[in-house]
């Protein structure tokens, strides 16, 4: 078992709908959790960093963490054309001397 | 946020040879990182790149195929050596710009093709 699992996709929806991007995980010692979104040819760009659970909102985008159920979200209100792209999670460790562990990444394609 | 900047962004390598990868960030930064980023997968730590000391690598990364430079606080290269039609993928180096590098900033990736 991975440590940490997110579906591939790709997840294809119209413009305009919500999307609900999800990653599991199995550590439970994985205390930081992103999102980071990376267009095609690019490097990953930081979206959402959440630390303990609950949701955090950033204008479109929510990121919810359940860490008793070891499980992230991030949700993308009136999705646009412009949020096609692979939307990968991360995590790691308290200490902050680590690296992150990622998901496989899930491509997003938003249909106009 | 840093601006973090890659040479080269991609390159078509001979098996056998070694390639050379740079990272230049805009501002002093305590901890950088190295990716692997191969097709279909995860991207994967290959090293911790430590300043005035040896690099911190993952299980499954070793020096020899993977050396690492940390000459200062804004630089970083990372070889490929030997290189081989598997090491083909996209190469990243990522920096943790606050004390507690809760989040990291990637650069743009080096996109290398080993044929």
């Known amino acids: 078992q991975k440590e940490v699992e997110q579906d591939p996709g790709p997840l294809s929806v119209p413009e305009g709908a919500i999307v609900s991007l999800n990653c599991t995980y199995s550590n439970s010692a994985f205390q930081y959790f992103m999102w980071y979104r990376q267009y095609s040819r690019k490097g990953p760009e930081l979206l959402m960093y959440t630390y303990s659970s609950g949701n955090k909102e950033d204008g479109r985008f929510t990121a919810q963490v359940d860490k008793s159920s070891k499980y992230i979200s991030l949700f993308i209100r009136d999705s646009q054309p412009s949020d096609s792209a692979t939307y990968l999670c991360?995590?790691?460790?308290?200490?902050?001397?680590?690296?992150?562990?990622f998901g496989k990444g899930t491509h997003l394609i938003i249909q106009p | 946020s840093a601006v973090i900047s890659q040479k080269p962004s991609r390159d078509i390598c001979q098996r056998g040879t070694s390639l050379t990868i740079q990272c230049q960030v805009d501002s002093q930064v305590t901890m950088m990182f190295w990716y692997r980023q191969q097709p279909g997968q995860s991207l994967t730590l290959i090293a911790t790149a430590n300043q005035g000391s040896e690099a911190t690598y993952e299980s499954g990364f070793v020096i020899d195929k993977f050396p690492i430079s940390r000459p200062n606080l804004t630089f970083s290269t990372l070889t490929v050596s030997n290189m081989s039609p598997e090491d083909s993928s996209i190469y990243l180096c990522?920096?943790?710009?606050?004390?507690?590098?809760?989040?990291?900033?990637f650069g743009p990736g080096t996109r290398l093709t080993v044929l």
């Open positions: 990522s920096v943790g710009v606050a004390v507690s590098t809760d989040t990291q900033y």
């Open positions: 991360a995590m790691h460790f308290s200490g902050g001397a680590d690296g992150l562990t």
